[in-house]
Nanobody, 121 residues
């Protein structure tokens, strides 16, 4: 199993930047595909970005492509989400998630507690 703790959320103005971090417990962090998701008030949770277990492949939701960058440091058991050119519609609770790389399912069984990002106009 892996435990995840997000940090780095906060309040910024439109056009600002934030970097979220997600620290993972355990010695097999590099065996997990990592993802970022977000949930805005009154909306369903949505996918933001994912990164492969060695960081060679990334994938983004269209809404954040070109503005957000997901990365990982396996030596530090940490995945990051650099968010630039933030918009009010990026306001949400952001969650880090993990799934084992050889899992037959695309579901993410491990989740952090979330960190709030608020973008004001």
């Amino acid at each position: 199993q892996v435990q995840l703790v997000e940090s780095g959320g906060g309040s910024v103005q439109t056009g600002g930047s934030l970097r979220l971090s997600c620290a993972a417990s355990g010695r097999t962090f590099n065996s997990y595909i990592m993802g970022w998701f977000r949930q805005a008030p009154g909306k369903e949770r949505e996918f933001v970005a994912t990164i492969s277990w060695i960081g060679g492949s990334t994938y983004y939701a269209d809404s954040v492509k070109g503005r957000f960058t997901i990365s990982r440091d396996n030596a530090k058991n940490t995945v990051y989400l650099q968010m630039n050119s933030l918009k009010p519609e990026d306001t949400a609770v952001y969650f880090c998630a993990a799934r084992y790389r050889s899992s037959p399912s695309n579901e993410y069984p491990y989740w952090g507690q979330g960190t709030q990002v608020t973008v004001s106009s």
